[in-house]
């Protein structure tokens, strides 16, 4: 992603689900496919989703929309790896973050645990368990709930109290202008702890941008993505909270 020139922009924040997202590829390819595989592709969640927030930011007043399945050329390892280490940035320039529960189907955000209808995800939307939607949830100016059906369910401000008793971060971080800043590293670490991410190594890259750091992306390494996290962390910041956690 070029960032814009105008700064006004939204960003979505949504659960991958595989096999049905639609790629940077594919999505500047739209138009070139033969009709039989440009349906296939209209078909998909994933299409739906973009569609879907793109009539949201429309409707909201935004040209620009970024999202990341389709906004990062993943051919190029340069540019996964520019993306990976900006993601924060870019969620906490954004004017608004529409967060997309594909899970929730009521028209009220979820106030009670539900052991039967999430059973995988600790009794909450998947969303709350995943590794990248932390910094999601944290770094935008505002963040927009919405349910399966876009019909939006709440804010993060108006949420904030259920928010914190669902991810153990305090509603003044959630609620305070200055957001994601003065966070300690064991902070983090511990909002972070019973988060899942498909890739092992994206449990550490998911946190760069919350803990202040870059480092490259070295896919395959395994736990030595958090080994290098930690000390990159060590290196470059003053905050010893992390030997506490």
């Not at 906004?71 to 996964?80: N, Q």
């Not at 949830?137 to 401000?157: D, M, S």
């Not at 490259?216 to 930690?230: C, I, N, S």
Request: charged share 30%.
């Amino acid at each position: 992603m070029k960032e814009p020139r105008d700064p006004s922009y939204a960003i979505l924040s949504h659960r991958w689900k595989e096999g049905m997202e639609v790629g940077y590829e594919e999505m500047i390819g739209l138009m070139k496919m033969e009709e039989e595989k440009r349906e296939e592709v209209k078909k998909r969640h994933g299409y739906d989703k973009i569609i879907k927030s793109c009539e949201q930011a429309e409707k909201d007043g935004y040209e620009w929309l970024w999202i990341d399945t389709c906004c990062i050329d993943k051919r190029s390892s340069a540019e996964l790896s520019e993306a990976i280490n900006s993601m924060y940035r870019w969620y906490q320039n954004a004017q608004i973050c529409y967060a997309y529960l594909n899970d929730v189907g009521g028209s009220t955000f979820p106030t009670k645990k539900d052991d039967d209808k999430f059973a995988k995800s600790n009794g909450w939307p998947e969303w709350f368990v995943r590794g990248w939607t932390l910094q999601e949830l944290i770094a935008p100016k505002q963040v927009e709930f919405f349910n399966e059906n876009w019909v939006p369910i709440g804010n993060r401000r108006q949420l904030a109290s259920m928010l914190e008793s669902i991810t153990r971060i305090p509603k003044e971080v959630l609620t305070g202008s200055g957001a994601g800043r003065g966070l300690s590293v064991a902070q983090i670490m511990s909002w972070a702890a019973d988060r899942k991410t498909t890739r092992e190594e994206d449990r550490a890259y998911s946190l760069m941008g919350l803990c202040g750091v870059n480092m490259p992306m070295l896919y395959g390494e395994g736990k030595k993505a958090f080994q290098r996290l930690q000390l990159e962390i060590i290196r470059t910041s003053t905050d010893h909270s992390i030997f506490a956690w």
